[in-house]
């Protein structure tokens, strides 16, 4: 790209010097046309002054020689100041050709002093020009070159496995927020923000393990409720990413349960508040029906209102986090589709094991 710029600044120098040549020899043709013509018009006086006196009108001849002399003086031209060359009827005013070259001595060119201002600014336009383009082009490189830790990959391809769960929606309003088709990532930034991806995590403080960290006897709790068909592992990350998309699903739909008398127990779920519903949906409108918890009468569609909600997810789902946190994982959720955005870089920075 430098190299176009210097073609078209050279190009420009050698076609704005070409005219300011042009424009000087013009001139000098022009003065010269100027001086030559005031000679002829000096010499015409000349020869009129050299005419002998009996040339003179009969008057002129009757004069006495003070009266000749007096008149004879009235048609002088003035005394000669350019070197020789008089110039009739001129007076004391100079040619305007000497006034043009002393213009010129004194102010220099106009015409090239504008072509150098002009010059100059066309340099300036394509030099800010050439800047803001480098600009422009090192934040796409960068944003383009920013990705997801590798793991998160290895994450996604398990919860493909993981979703293929026919009991992953929650009972019995069948919500399936986690493993919805915009909204599945979810489950690995849950993972992400939990245990870095690590399916072999375990915190010796809360008792949670795996890749989705939860207490065994919850996840054992949900895992039954799956329908395995065999042990649950919560170091595999597949029963992991199981277990906690049916718990996502719960949280934000509800469950009903069967109490110790057998009657139904209505657990609500996040969409069960209007309040909620209306900052998902933009409507508080709710579905209410005998034996299953109220949902939002509308889906949640606008990723703003997915952010929202599972933010929301993720305070349940982590009991003591934080709003900052909460906000984090909306964040990323927002922007899981653009991992150079600069605030989710600064997220990542934060993470256990970022370099």
């Known amino acids: 790209m430098s190299q176009d710029i210097e073609s078209f600044n050279d190009e420009d120098d050698e076609w704005l010097s070409e005219l300011e040549t042009r424009a000087i020899d013009l001139e000098k043709d022009l003065f010269d046309w100027r001086e030559s013509r005031s000679r002829e018009l000096s010499e015409s006086v000349y020869r009129r002054e050299a005419v002998p006196r009996s040339g003179l009108r009969p008057a002129e001849d009757s004069m006495s020689p003070e009266q000749a002399d007096s008149r004879t003086s009235a048609l002088r031209v003035a005394p000669r100041t350019d070197g020789g060359h008089g110039r009739a ?57 920013a990705s997801w830790p590798p793991s998160v990959a290895t994450v996604q391809g398990e919860i493909t496995t993981a979703c293929q769960n026919p009991n992953i929606a929650s009972e019995p309003g069948q919500v399936n927020f986690a493993c919805g088709k915009t909204t599945s990532q979810i489950l690995w930034i849950f993972a992400l923000m939990t245990s870095t991806d690590n399916p072999n995590y375990t915190d010796s403080k809360t008792g949670r393990e795996g890749l989705e960290p939860i207490t065994a006897t919850q996840g054992g709790e949900v895992a039954w409720s799956l329908d395995l068909h065999h042990p649950y592992n919560p170091y595999d990350p597949v029963d992991s990413i199981a277990v906690a998309a049916r718990a996502i699903n719960n949280i934000v739909g509800g469950a009903t349960l069967t109490n110790a008398k057998g009657s139904p127990a209505v657990q609500p779920g996040l969409e069960s508040s209007p309040a909620n519903c209306q900052q998902y949906t933009g409507s508080s409108a709710v579905i209410s029906r005998a034996g299953f918890p109220n949902v939002c009468a509308q889906a949640v569609t606008s990723t703003a209102g997915q952010a929202a909600l599972a933010a929301d997810v993720y305070q349940e789902w982590v009991v003591g986090a934080t709003a900052a946190t909460a906000k984090d994982v909306s964040v990323l959720f927002e922007n899981a589709n653009d991992p150079g955005n600069p605030d989710v870089q600064a997220i990542l920075r934060t993470l256990p094991g970022a370099g």
Do not use: C, M, Q, Y
Not at 117 to 133: E, P, W, Y
């Open 89 to 145: 009827g001129t007076g004391a005013h100079p040619h305007p050709a000497e006034e043009r070259t002393r213009a010129l001595i004194d102010h220099g060119r106009r015409s090239a002093d504008r072509a150098r201002r002009s010059r100059g600014r066309k340099i300036t336009i394509v030099t800010a020009a050439a800047i803001a383009i480098v600009t422009v082009l090192v934040l796409v490189v960068f944003r383009n070159s």
